[in-house]
């Protein structure tokens, strides 16, 4: 292995190649960071955090609280309720949301991938914003397990849409005749918030 049988000049090698895997983990994050930066604002004046903070803010409340794709709903998610400072760890969860791939699990290709799928997802997100804010939209509230009000929009589907779900949970139901109304809600609503994250 690596021309060499002597045991402490492997694990040399192995620590050598350890930290080259770890400088390069460090440094395709700090690009990451960098270029969420520039994607959300070209003259990168403030940290990641501000950066995205600021341009939720500028969202429309569909756009915040809508139920869209998940790439959607997972970055604004994201955004919302991040409370580290630490550019880092919040770049690796924008990632996870928006790719679904773990940073610490990329090849060569994926910061490229990655910029462009952010680009994409950025763009439908402002683009909800030029909907008419919640024309055509039913409202979804509740108050959740925490206490916290849930407030979210959803346009309606027609009967084909889901067909199969629609029956399914209407004949579940059907066969839970034991539990009152309200149980059932509150199992559904429950289920709900579970689904929105």
């Known amino acids: 292995m690596v021309g060499s049988d002597d045991y402490s000049d492997i694990c040399n090698i192995l620590a050598e190649l350890r930290q080259k895997a770890n400088n390069y983990l460090s440094w395709i994050s700090q690009r990451a960071v960098e270029k969420t930066i520039e994607t959300f604002d070209k003259k990168a004046k403030q940290d990641l955090h501000h950066t995205m903070i600021e341009w939720y803010e500028h969202q429309s409340d569909f756009a915040k609280h809508g139920l869209h794709s998940s790439q959607v709903t997972g970055l604004m998610t994201c955004i919302a309720e991040n409370s580290s ?113």
Request: hydrophobic share 40%; charged share 30%; aromatic share 8%.
């Open 85 to 197: 400072y630490d550019d880092v760890e919040f770049v690796k969860r924008i990632i996870r949301a928006v790719t679904d791939i773990h940073l610490d699990t990329w090849n060569e290709a994926s910061l490229e991938e990655y910029i462009s799928m952010l680009k994409a997802v950025k763009e439908e997100i402002e683009n909800l914003g030029q909907v008419a804010s919640n024309n055509g939209k039913n409202e979804l509230s509740f108050v959740g397990k925490n206490g916290e009000p849930i407030v979210k929009y959803y346009e309606c589907v027609d009967e084909s849409t889901g067909a199969i779900l629609r029956n399914i949970l209407s004949d579940t139901l059907d066969d839970f005749s034991d539990l009152s109304v309200n149980d059932k809600i509150a199992i559904l609503l429950e289920m709900i918030e579970k689904e929105l994250g």
